[in-house]
């Protein structure tokens, strides 16, 4: 067995910008810039904001954090976006989910210009992917295919089973799995809580992606001998012997689960870091279509 180690992958990926950044700055052009928009005080949200800002620092990019209370209204949020979709010095902006119950988060995702839609989120952009056109591919999908790519796995003809169905995981990612480019062409179940038979299912894959939010759901019983799998979960478990209160649980029961994987990937230090490699090279991707204009 073969842990998919996120953190170095990521890192690898990360590194490779960065000189592509430098290169850019060389030649006097502008680096990308990528904003995130901040609302409310979620724990979990803050971490994630602060770990792009960061990884943006690492690269070389310029970031700006936009943040906003709890309260402010839908309005104001869409005009913020409208304003940084005009502004040519902004390549990628994104909205951390989720939102206050009043702002809808539909009508902020359409909102972003899908120039500049780096999370891939957006109607146009998903519209794109599953055309098979040139288009962003949403960070966590993607940041999943870098890291097969970056291991070597296979997907061609293979059985991916896809456990989750939402707009920015489960769906692209069944897409992707499915589809002619590199690393496609696999045979894909897509698995959802009205799902019969999911652990019988689930035993005939070559790859599992679990990306439910439920933790340790996938059990030894669930997978086959050698089986690759992808754990996209992170649910925060109230742990008292932990300094921060919780601990971070993946949506695999990891150690008997990897008792019978081929490769399989940690919860925290997979899926997590690939993410925001993923959404790092969106971000480029954004500013270097300018320069080449
Ligand atoms: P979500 O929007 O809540 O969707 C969960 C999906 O799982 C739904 O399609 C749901 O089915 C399905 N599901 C729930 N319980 C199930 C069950 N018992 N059996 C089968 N399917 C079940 O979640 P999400 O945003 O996709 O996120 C999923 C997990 O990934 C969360 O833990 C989240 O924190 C994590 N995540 C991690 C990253 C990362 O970078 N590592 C990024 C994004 C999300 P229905 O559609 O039928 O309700």
Redesign the pocket.
């Known amino acids: 067995m073969q842990i998919l180690n996120g953190k170095e992958a990521a890192q690898s990926i990360k590194d490779a910008l960065k000189l592509e950044v430098a290169q850019l700055a060389a030649n006097g052009k502008e680096v990308p810039h990528l904003v995130a928009i901040l609302i409310g005080n979620n724990g979990?949200s803050e971490t994630?904001v602060g770990a792009k800002v960061k990884a943006c620092e690492e690269v070389g990019f310029k970031s700006t954090l936009i943040r906003f209370e709890e309260t402010v209204s839908a309005f104001k949020v869409l005009e913020t976006i409208r304003d940084l979709n005009r502004d040519p010095d902004v390549d990628g902006i994104l909205v951390q989910l989720p939102l206050p119950e009043h702002i809808s988060a539909d009508e902020v995702i359409t909102c972003i210009d899908p120039a500049k839609d780096v999370d891939g989120f957006h109607p146009n952009t998903i519209g794109k992917l599953v055309l098979g056109q040139p288009s962003f591919i949403p960070?966590?999908p993607y940041?999943i295919i870098l890291m097969l790519e970056h291991y070597k796995i296979e997907t061609k003809g293979r059985h991916a089973v896809v456990?989750?169905?939402?707009?920015?995981?489960?769906r692209p990612m069944s897409i992707l799995l499915s589809g002619s480019g590199s690393y496609g062409n696999a045979t894909v179940t897509i698995?959802?809580?009205?799902?019969q038979n999911?652990k019988e299912i689930c035993a005939t894959a070559d790859i599992v992606i679990a990306?439910?939010?439920?933790p340790g759901?996938v059990t030894e019983d669930m997978v086959k001998e050698g089986a690759v799998i992808i754990d996209?979960?992170?649910?925060r478990i109230a742990d008292e012997t932990r300094k921060s209160g919780y601990r971070i649980s993946?949506?695999v029961d990891f150690p008997a689960v990897s008792q019978k994987a081929s490769f399989i990937t940690p919860?925290p230090g997979?899926?997590?870091p690939?993410?925001?490699a993923a959404l790092m090279k969106n971000t480029f991707k954004a500013c270097a279509v300018k320069h080449y204009e």
């Open positions: 979990a994630y960070a966590t940041g456990i989750g169905r939402s707009n920015i995981v489960g698995c959802h809580s009205h799902t999911l990306a439910l939010g439920r759901f996209v979960g992170i649910t993946g949506d919860v997979g899926v997590g690939m993410t925001i």
